[in-house]
């Protein structure tokens, strides 16, 4: 079997410009923006689309964020990048993807029919400046937002597919663009040899599948249903994995964080040095009843074992229920001799004062706090909003002054450790 090395190429962008003609000139990304929302309108279930930029330390909010996407292409290698949309659900992770660093795809839209119950998209804001950007990552990117409307009649599971392959299109788009350009850098990820008297390290990776909203895709499927299941982290890099979580901003991993876990990245670049990356488990977070999380979690420790891990890291996405699932896995994990360290955000009361954590067991002693995601926000105003005049309750005008939850800020408690805010004891 042939090994996964994957070469990633990087072109950094420093300047996104909208113009005549649509083309990466060193490290300036020139649009045209008809040209794109042309990419865009082959989709006949979306009526409209607008792009529109975002740069970092702008007086700009954007609002009803869905998801965000890095431009990525594949020049070599088996299957197409975001394998199952873009493509055949052929395995990626082999051969050389060229990606545009510095840049997001974002999508901003409403949805054509009203939501019920727990699983609805809710409002998601970035701001590009001020105190307020710091809550999200992506206001230290170029942000090209395409702002849809949906075409009438169509229902939400149908414009929700419209509008993810919109995104993925146009970010195939653009990385393509970077053909036949002299990188920045070339990273080769391999990881196919081990050293010897190194730690074995795996990541356990939960994902959100609860359904419409609230869904992961793998290789261009719901993964409902899934058992925890092992995948290369090449897979991951390419696209494999794509976010349909919109139902809380703060909790959510956007396709963007996917394409660069930086979990995944960092172990990765410590492979052969400090430790040997043993591989990532998947795992379908959000299991109803006790029997299906004690179920997936032995599972997932059993992976781990196959892997001879000596150590794991674990993360998981959404909710208090979600939290048990990753702490079951923790205790099986270390009930086998595999030490844990977990990764969660906070919800301590809006005072702060409360018990932190959803759920845990006194296994799980190594804990990395990312944030807290309880309490509100005073989002000041700003001179432009993009994506509408008001926000999704259709009465605050969303250019501010107004107060929201912590928990409509996009990845503020980013539960892949992609966060700007930052705590340090010294």
């Not at 995944?264 to 999380?293: P, S």
């Not at 955000?345 to 296994?363: A, H, K, S």
């Amino acid at each position: 079997m042939l090994p996964f090395r994957l070469e990633v190429e990087t072109h950094r962008v420093r300047q996104v410009q909208l113009g005549e003609v649509t083309q990466l000139a060193g490290d300036v990304l020139q649009i045209n923006a008809a040209e794109v929302a042309g990419w865009v309108l082959q989709d006949s279930r979306i009526a409209t689309a607008r792009l529109e930029l975002a740069h970092p330390g702008e007086a700009t909010r954007i609002v009803h964020c869905l998801d965000a996407v890095e431009p990525r292409a594949k020049l070599a290698g088996p299957g197409s990048i975001f394998p199952g949309f873009l493509g055949g659900p052929e395995t990626v992770g082999r051969g050389r993807t060229v990606r545009l660093a510095g840049v997001s795809v974002l999508t901003s839209s409403r949805y054509p029919q009203p939501f019920s119950g727990l699983l609805a998209a809710r409002e998601a804001l970035v701001d590009m400046s001020g105190t307020t950007a710091t809550y999200s990552p992506f206001s230290q990117v170029i942000n090209i937002v395409l702002v849809l409307t949906p075409q009438a009649g169509l229902d939400n599971a149908d414009y929700d597919d419209a509008v993810r392959r919109a995104s993925l299109k146009v970010a195939q788009g653009l990385a393509r663009l970077a053909i036949d350009q002299a990188p920045d850098d070339v990273a080769v990820f391999d990881s196919s040899e081990a050293t010897a008297d190194l730690p074995r390290v795996a990541y356990f990776y939960q994902l959100q599948g609860q359904g419409p909203m609230a869904d992961t895709f793998l290789y261009g499927r719901t993964i409902d249903n899934l058992v925890p299941s092992l995948i290369h982290p090449n897979e991951v890099i390419d696209g494999a994995i794509v976010s349909g979580v919109y139902v809380y901003a703060a909790f959510k991993n956007p396709t963007y964080l996917h394409q660069n876990n930086p979990v995944i990245w960092e172990l990765q670049a410590r492979h052969g040095k400090d430790l040997n990356f043993a591989g990532v488990i998947i795992n379908r977070g959000h299991n109803y009843t006790q029997f299906d999380k004690e179920r997936s979690s032995h599972w997932a420790a059993k992976l781990a074992g196959f892997l001879q891990a000596d150590g794991a890291i674990l993360t998981a996405e959404g909710g208090g229920n979600s939290a048990i699932d990753m702490m079951l896995a923790c205790q099986y994990m270390e009930q086998m001799g595999i030490r844990t360290t977990v990764m969660t955000y906070e919800n301590p009361g809006p005072d702060g004062r409360g018990w932190p954590l959803f759920y845990t067991v006194p296994e799980a002693d190594a804990i990395v706090s990312l944030g807290m995601a309880e309490g509100s926000t005073r989002m000041p105003p700003v001179a432009r909003v993009i994506g509408d005049d008001l926000l999704l309750d259709d009465q605050t005008p969303a250019i501010g002054p107004f107060e929201t939850a912590m928990y409509s800020q996009y990845c503020a408690p980013s539960q892949v450790g992609g966060n700007v805010l930052v705590g340090r004891q010294f």
